[in-house]
């Protein structure tokens, strides 16, 4: 019996608990380590064995997990065109994320924690992408809600790094209620949490109760996914290590939203309120986030708005029906999102922990191997002709311009003109971070 989709999850889990009983005792720091990298490469492994194994969805059950009464939700996992591209994106970028914080945390003495927690980051966000039933899918849902408080005020002996690890746990506990309430608000209608039993039940229920659904599953997208209104707490995310937020930026937390959405689509896509909502909200985040970006110095905190509304793009997307291209987007985002990260860790590390932008300058000179990529990284976040952002944000906007009506034709302008500060914003920051003179100490 093939044991790819179990060893994608499991990989991760193993690491993690292998750190919290060995690591610091029987493990010395380098093994430590070396053992969280490649518990996650194993994982991207693993899912690559199974890319090439399975020619079609497949479903693995593992066992029963919970059972009451008529109410049944065994440990499956379904590996289908999404799970498996967000798969492979989830293990790829979080590798190299893992790499980078060896040496990014190499004089942390809290070196345990922090990689037993990146490993079960990872882990919690692969069960909720590969799992098969809505239970399931709410279990790696708090998980990635648990670690992205823990990590995000991993240096918790600092008062604003303990606030802001606690304001990301209860603003997005307030989406976690809408999905609760859905879960158990479904089961009752469709005596079923099977979420591909589900998605086939779209027209059987009257068209008011699926757009209810539709909107609690919405409230738990914008809590997770950082949108308006509860994209609060993701700029104060940016206390957390570098790495972390890399992490929650680009692979794991803020993605988990649209993917639900994406994934229960067939369902709330009955509904057109439903999708004109998820549309607005996304039109709306990614504008306010390209605005926000727009008037910060912190070069932390400029990316993070950046991610606020790139995320509205794919909600765009998702609301305009463009599953395809918000999932292009996601995968594309993920990758120049990591990038810019931890370019900019480099940058904040080489001058000391300075994040202000305007107190920087010149930096092309004397770090050119940050440089490059960081450039590339700016180029696909601008949207520049024949980078990858280009083309996501063109199938996006492309696919609203195609809906058609007022809504859609005024969705579509806030989109373009999102897409136009965005460029903006982008080449100033690597202008000023980059170009010009060094900047003379306390200069700025």
């Not at 009983?21 to 064995?49: K, N, Q, Y």
Request: glycine share 12%; charged share 10%.
């Amino acid at each position: 019996m093939k044991l790819y989709l179990e060893l994608i999850i499991l990989l991760p889990l193993l690491g993690a608990i292998a750190n919290v009983l060995l690591g610091g005792r029987l493990l010395p720091r380098r093994a430590s380590e070396a053992l969280a990298c490649a518990v996650i490469w194993g994982s991207f492994a693993a899912t690559l064995a199974a890319a090439f194994s399975y020619r079609a969805p497949v479903t693995v059950e593992l066992g029963s997990w919970l059972a009451a009464f008529d109410f049944k939700a065994p440990f499956t996992l379904y590996l289908d065109p999404l799970s498996l591209s967000l798969c492979l994106m989830i293990t790829f970028v979080c590798g190299l994320i893992h790499i980078y914080a060896v040496g990014y945390m190499k004089d942390d003495p809290s070196y345990v924690r922090f990689f037993a927690l990146l490993n079960l980051f990872v882990a919690a966000m692969l069960t909720l992408v590969l799992a098969e039933n809505l239970p399931l899918l709410y279990l790696g849902w708090e998980g990635v809600g648990f670690c992205s408080y823990a990590l995000i005020g991993f240096w918790y002996t600092k008062p604003e790094n303990a606030t802001a690890g606690r304001k990301a746990f209860i603003v997005t506990r307030i989406g976690d209620v809408g999905l609760g309430i859905a879960i158990v608000w479904m089961f009752q209608l469709f005596s079923t949490v099977s979420i591909t039993e589900l998605n086939k039940m779209g027209f059987l229920m009257p068209i008011g109760v699926i757009t209810a659904l539709g909107f609690l599953l919405l409230l738990a997208a914008m809590g997770k996914s950082a949108q308006v209104p509860l994209m609060v707490w993701l700029p104060d995310a940016m206390a957390g290590p570098t790495p972390v937020s890399a992490q929650i930026h680009a692979a794991t937390m803020v993605t988990a939203g649209v993917y639900l959405l994406m994934r229960m689509f067939p369902l709330i896509g009955v509904s057109s309120t439903v999708t004109a909502a998820i549309a607005i909200t996304g039109a709306l985040t990614a504008f306010y986030g390209a605005t926000c970006a727009l008037v910060q110095r912190d070069l932390k905190r400029i990316l993070a708005y950046s991610t606020i509304s790139q995320i509205g793009y794919m909600m765009l997307g998702v609301g305009a029906g463009a599953i395809t291209a918000s999932t292009f987007h996601l995968l594309e985002h993920a990758f120049f999102k990591a990038l810019l990260f931890l370019g900019a860790g480099c940058v904040i590390t080489a001058l000391h922990h300075e994040q202000d932008i305007f107190r920087m300058g010149g930096l092309r000179r004397t770090l050119p191997g940050t440089f490059w990529p960081f450039l590339a990284g700016a180029l696909c976040l601008a949207g520049v002709p024949l980078t990858g952002g280009f083309f996501s944000k063109d199938g996006i906007l492309g696919a609203v311009w195609f809906k058609g009506g007022a809504l859609y034709g005024g969705l579509y302008v806030v989109g373009l003109i999102t897409a136009l500060i965005t460029a903006f914003y982008t080449f100033r920051m690597v202008l000023v971070v980059f170009g010009g003179n060094p900047l003379p100490p306390g200069g700025g």
